[in-house]
């Protein structure tokens, strides 16, 4: 099929990519100057992995090409995907202009293009209840002679595991009233689709809040296990072996049962904020996802309030390593990274942070640039580790678990680590001669011989 993607940011770059690759014919459409060279030269501007190599060998067989010119890009297309931000205003609701202007721009070049075969518009931007039937009904007043239907696909891309998500679907949500496009987007997934169950079509307003619901409920599993982490550290259990005893019941499963510092990342903050607002609009205070975020923005709060308190020496005129800036690991994607409000409330408390991560530090610059006088931007753990008084460990980057931690310990002021993702040993900790401060876990605790300062 004939497929045009407009934006080519996360989702529109692998959902392009990953659809070039099962055989179809890809023209991504980026109006950003510098992403479009970036993608003509045969470079991926984000990091997730596999893009890359997926994009190089699309690329090299010509199922996918890059321009600014949306009427070329639509010619011949079949299906168009918007892939545009819908970023919040300051009110909770979503800005649609970015949407509205994509939608308009399309149906524009189609009417001119007289084209005499349905198009496909899909929205797979994320947007509250009620978005595709507006857009719909803005389209039609705007463009009326154009010929199309407009569907909602949301995305369930992971990111560190998107290409693979996109590639091997727990499901494909389509929301629409056209049976036509329903059937043309059933041919496009068809490589896809393993059962046909997996397959699901229902009203705009049902894909939209399935979207919202399934990230709700995911940040409220983890909220929930971050909440359960204060009764674990206060009666001395363990929020591990919770963790397991509770996911092994089938009724409940072990996905998204990981306790940390907070959930940060491109949807779910903003997607349960948004399920609020919406919630809001139809006349009532949604008490659940008022206290998902809650939980979220106190589990921060807590870690940093942690460091301080364990620390040993005033906080103040403290050195603290931060290791991770990324949300997760496996992406270079600071929005909302837990990380960003730990720093800031250590820096508010006096200390001097050293920050380290493998994908993420570029952009974190970039956006901590108010208080970078108060950062240092280390190349490697073990340099921002060397002199500190402690280790905030904020992304489960895997390569941390393996540092040299016996030469780490005798590097720094005090050998303590405050592992905000619970990915170290403890036993490794204790052996090498870290106090140890996990998050729900019994803490590695003993009597520390703190290094005079020079």
């Given at each position: 099929m004939d497929v045009t993607i407009i934006g080519c940011g996360y989702v529109g770059l692998v959902t392009g990519v990953c659809l070039a690759s099962l055989g179809h014919t890809v023209r991504g459409v980026e109006k950003d100057q510098r992403k479009l060279k970036t993608l003509q030269s045969g470079h991926c501007h984000i990091f997730e992995p596999g893009l890359q190599d997926l994009l190089n060998e699309t690329l090299a067989n010509g199922s996918i090409s890059f321009t600014d010119n949306v009427k070329e890009a639509v010619k011949d297309a079949e299906v168009v995907f918007l892939c545009v931000g819908t970023p919040p205003k300051p009110d909770g609701t979503v800005d649609m202009s970015f949407l509205e202007s994509a939608g308009k721009e399309v149906c524009d070049a189609l009417s001119e293009l007289k084209n005499d075969w349905l198009v496909t518009i899909i929205v797979k931007s994320t947007v509250p209840a009620g978005t595709n039937r507006k857009l719909y009904n803005f389209l039609k007043q705007q463009v009326p002679n154009a010929y199309y239907a407009v569907v909602s696909n949301p995305e369930f891309l992971k990111e560190g595991t998107a290409v693979q998500d996109c590639l091997n679907p727990d499901r494909i949500v389509v929301g629409g009233e056209s049976p036509e496009a329903f059937r043309m987007m059933r041919r496009m997934y068809d490589p896809l689709v393993k059962r046909e169950e997996n397959f699901m079509t229902m009203n705009w307003e049902s894909a939209e809040l399935t979207k919202y619901?399934?990230?709700?409920?995911?940040?409220?599993?983890?909220?929930f296990m971050n909440e359960l982490t204060i009764l674990c550290e206060y009666y001395g259990a363990d929020i591990e072996d919770i963790r397991k005893g509770m996911g092994s019941d089938t009724r409940i499963g072990p996905a998204f049962l990981r306790a940390g510092c907070g959930y940060g990342g491109s949807c779910?903050?903003?997607?349960?904020?948004?399920?609020?607002?919406?919630?809001?609009?139809?006349?009532?205070?949604?008490?659940?996802?008022?206290?998902?975020?809650?939980?979220?923005?106190?589990?921060?709060?807590?870690?940093?309030?942690?460091?301080?308190?364990?620390?040993?020496?005033?906080?103040?005129?403290?050195?603290?390593?931060?290791?991770?800036?990324?949300?997760?690991?496996?992406?270079d994607d600071i929005r909302e990274s837990a990380s960003?409000?730990?720093?800031?409330?250590?820096?508010?408390?006096?200390?001097?942070?050293?920050?380290?991560?493998?994908?993420?530090?570029?952009?974190?610059?970039?956006?901590?640039?108010?208080?970078?006088?108060?950062?240092?931007?280390?190349?490697?753990?073990?340099?921002?580790?060397?002199?500190?008084?402690?280790?905030?460990?904020?992304?489960?980057?895997?390569?941390?678990?393996?540092?040299?931690?016996?030469?780490?310990?005798?590097t720094m002021n005090s050998p303590i680590i405050f592992d905000g993702r619970n990915c170290l040993h403890r036993d490794v900790m204790r052996e090498n001669g870290f106090q140890y401060y996990p998050m729900g876990r019994p803490p590695v605790e003993k009597e520390l011989r703190l290094k005079q300062r020079n």
């Open positions: 619901a399934a990230n709700s409920m995911l940040a409220a599993r983890i909220s779910f903050p903003k997607d349960v904020a948004a399920m609020e607002h919406i919630s809001k609009q139809a006349g009532y205070d949604n008490l659940f996802v008022r206290a998902i975020q809650t939980i979220n923005e106190n589990q921060k709060k807590r870690f940093a309030q942690k460091i301080a308190d364990k620390l040993g020496r005033p906080i103040e005129g403290a050195t603290i390593a931060v290791w991770g800036l990324a949300f997760k690991a496996d992406t960003i409000d730990v720093i800031r409330m250590l820096v508010e408390k006096g200390a001097k942070v050293r920050a380290h991560d493998y994908k993420g530090a570029e952009n974190m610059r970039a956006y901590l640039k108010d208080i970078a006088d108060k950062i240092d931007w280390v190349a490697d753990p073990v340099t921002a580790a060397a002199g500190a008084d402690a280790i905030a460990l904020c992304t489960d980057w895997p390569q941390y678990t393996t540092q040299p931690f016996r030469k780490i310990a005798a």
